[in-house]
């Protein structure tokens, strides 16, 4: 076991430097003269020359990659090109309310999707099971953007049961007044595709002999799918959920630029409107690093459900 | 003999595949809806319809009207009203067409006119007789011109946005981009997923080892973060260039699947049959294998087509996406959002409306295909 974590974190190695690798070059490279980016428009040769000096990129590409990753490694990105926060400042601070929002969102939506999971595949084929189904198609092919205009006009700005935006200090004012529209826009989003999910890995399990043999012991209907067929399922769940952990950490975009929550998805949006660059590539290094990690404690968590997975 | 009929051959995969699709009434009804969105699309291209979307036809914010003859007909004695009545919900009549306050004089002049037509002076004379001749053809031309726009205003479907542009003609010609961008940015990602994917399961070893890794590093970023990155990057705005952000972001899904498939055929025997006959490695990957996995490759395809649709709307609402003179769906809902406060709801609902079909019929096109394609996974 220790040593498949060691080896894991040491894969891990190349392929953040490809990561690293990949950063420079579309923002040193392929985005053309940092230098120009940043110093605007209306710029003097020399300002560019001092800028270019400043930001390290007179010097060769290897020096200037070199700089990036001691950046990455010392975690300091410096500052922020349009408000001259400090970039580590910016990751700390914006993190909160993107999870504020997040957390809530993703463990509502996980178990709401596992009960309506097991609830029309224990009836599939049904009239209900196929409405369910429908529903759920069409519901994804409306566009986010779509739900989150109308509800915010709708719930918000008409019937005045929410705030149209906003985000205080106070944590629980946070999470109680400011964060449950988009909560609620985000459960009507990510439901249907979870329970699409969901359905499939109930249905693989549903006919499996164990079940009958559970039924021919006399066991409850309840008792079957709740207890047997929910921890032989939950295996393909849990691995699904612990991959959309990641994007916890960049927040849900749309949601909170539209909510005007000061997350870190909001800061993404707003850093590539400025042509932003340090907050930019501080927020996709540290996502890449952090989504190898979860990916490693999803492999994990998969052999602790089943003890049956050999890693290797 | 069994080789008595050289006609009865079996059907193929494809032949068959068309055969299950064709029972399918689900994936015929969104086929259908597929097909003519194309055609919207191809004709919309090609100039034939909304080639003059950007034009000016109504009043600003015109509300949808669906009965055309009706208002216009009354267009000319009381436009507003008309409109009013086909939209309950409008709540600002104030911004509707008004009146012409100078519509009543135009009356009295062109009566007069008319009288004095009637009265049995030619008018060839009156025009070389009277001074203000000019001045009133000029008057008359400006009315007939005034009532045009209000009876055209009247006839929009889905009424009009903010300039008075008919929006069914954008949402038409929004249609045409999103779906444009969605196809061929599926296109490129994958061409290039099936092309790294078989040299990677074709010739393992160390090319499958650099894309393996070129595959990490690709999926080690969230897909919208890598997106918004290469957009930061890329300042210049267009179609092409969300074409290639979308097209080479995205191949890593089609990448992993096709390099399986590789992997699983190289040591079929058909493949060493293609060997032994002296088949080069370009072709045994391409005439030989790729025949062979070319449905896996075709519902990819379809299934990109639907996430990049949706990925194109997102980024061109965000403004990181098509330039602002191309109407796109996401572009059409960016200018919704705030119309929605002002109780404009239809250019919101129209975009919504055609890009909600559009991805139903798709997704349950791609499922019926997948279906058809390999009958063993239902």
């Known amino acids: 076991m220790t040593a498949y974590i060691i080896r894991r974190l040491w894969q891990m190695i190349p392929t953040l430097l490809g990561v690293i690798l990949l950063v420079f070059i579309l923002f040193n490279w392929v985005g053309g003269d940092p230098a120009y980016v940043l110093a605007g428009k209306i710029s003097s040769a020399e300002q560019i020359e001092n800028i270019r000096r400043q930001l390290g990129v007179d010097q060769p590409y290897y020096v200037q990659l070199w700089i990036f990753i001691k950046q990455v490694l010392t975690a ?39 009960g309506l999971a097991l609830g029309v595949a224990y009836v599939r084929g049904s009239l209900t099971d196929r409405a369910v189904m429908i ?36 944590f629980w004012q946070n999470l109680v007044v400011y964060a449950s529209l988009p909560i609620l826009i985000g459960l009507v989003v990510s439901i249907a595709p979870d329970l699409r999910l969901f359905r499939t890995f109930v249905l693989d399990e549903i006919n499996q002999d164990y079940v009958r043999t559970a039924r021919a012991k006399g066991l409850s209907e309840n008792r079957i799918m709740w207890v047997h067929v929910l921890r032989n399922a939950s295996i393909p769940i849990i691995t699904h959920v612990m991959a959309q952990l990641p994007g916890l950490l960049i927040g849900a975009f749309l949601i909170e630029r539209f909510f005007s929550i000061p ?50 | 003999m069994p080789y008595d009929k050289p006609h009865a051959v079996s059907p193929g995969l ?60 009354a267009g000319n004695a009381a436009g507003p009203t008309a409109s009013s009545a086909g939209s309950p919900e409008s709540e600002a009549p104030t911004e509707l067409p008004v009146v012409d306050p100078l519509a009543d004089a135009l009356a009295a002049i062109r009566g007069e006119t008319q009288k004095s037509e009637a009265s049995g002076v030619p008018g060839a ?27 055209r205003a009247a006839t929009l479907p889905f009424g009009g946005d903010k300039w008075g542009r008919d929006v069914l003609k954008k949402v038409i010609k929004g249609s ?52 918004l990155a290469v957009a930061a990057v890329l300042q210049q705005k267009g179609m092409f260039t969300i074409i290639l952000i979308l097209g080479l972001t995205g191949w890593t899904g089609c990448f992993r699947l096709i390099r399986g498939e590789y992997l699983k055929h190289k ?56 330039p602002v003179d191309v109407v796109s769906w996401g572009s059409m809902l960016n200018e919704a959002q705030n119309e929605l406060i002002l109780g404009k709801w239809w250019q919101l609902a129209a975009a919504g409306t055609a890009m909600a079909l559009l991805v139903t019929a798709f997704s349950l096109f791609t499922d019926a295909l997948r279906d058809a394609l390999d009958p063993k996974l239902k």
């Open chain 1, 76 to 114: 300091d990105f410096g500052a922020s090109w349009s408000t001259n926060e400090a970039v580590s400042h910016i990751m700390a601070t914006r993190l909160g309310p993107s999870l504020t929002v997040l957390v809530p969102l993703l463990i509502i939506s996980t178990l709401v999707a596992i």
């Open chain 1, 135 to 170: 529903v759920c198609t069409v519901g994804l092919s409306i566009s986010i953007l779509v739900y989150i205009i109308v509800f915010q006009y709708f719930f918000a700005y008409k019937l005045g049961w929410f705030p149209v935006q906003g985000w205080g200090d106070s």
């Open chain 1, 263 to 312: 997350g870190i998805g909001r800061e993404v949006i707003l850093a590539v409107e400025r042509s932003d660059f340090p907050v930019i590539k501080a927020i996709t290094v540290y996502v890449a690093v952090a989504t190898m990690i979860f990916t490693l404690l999803a492999d994990l968590m998969y052999k602790a459900v089943d003890p049956r997975v050999q890693l290797k």
């Open chain 2, 14 to 73: 494809w032949a068959l595949a068309w055969r299950r699709l064709r029972a399918d009434k689900v994936a015929m009804v969104s086929l259908t809806i597929v097909a003519a969105f194309l055609l919207l699309m191809v004709l919309s291209g090609t100039g034939l319809i909304a080639k003059n979307w950007s034009k000016e036809v109504g009043v600003n914010y015109a509300p949808p009207s669906f009965v055309g003859a009706d208002a216009e007909t």
């Open chain 2, 125 to 151: 004379d009156s025009a070389s007789v009277d001074p203000l001749a000019d001045v009133m053809a000029d008057i008359r031309a400006k009315g007939s011109k005034a009532e045009a726009v209000e009876a």
């Open chain 2, 176 to 227: 045409e981009t999103s779906i444009f961008v969605g196809l061929a940015a599926a296109v490129v990602a994958t061409f290039l997923g099936t092309l790294f994917g078989a040299i990677a399961g074709y010739y393992g070893r160390w090319l499958d080892d650099i894309f393996n890794w070129f595959y990490s590093v690709f999926t080690a970023i969230p897909y919208l973060l890598l997106i």
């Open chain 2, 267 to 322: 040591g079929r025997e058909y493949v060493q049959a293609a060997d032994a006959i002296g088949a080069s490695n370009a072709r045994r990957m391409f005439v030989h294998i790729f025949p062979n996995i070319s449905h896996v490759v075709l519902v990819q395809l379809s299934i990109l087509v639907v996430a990049f649709i949706k990925s194109e709307v997102i980024l061109s609402f965000l403004g990181f996406g098509v």
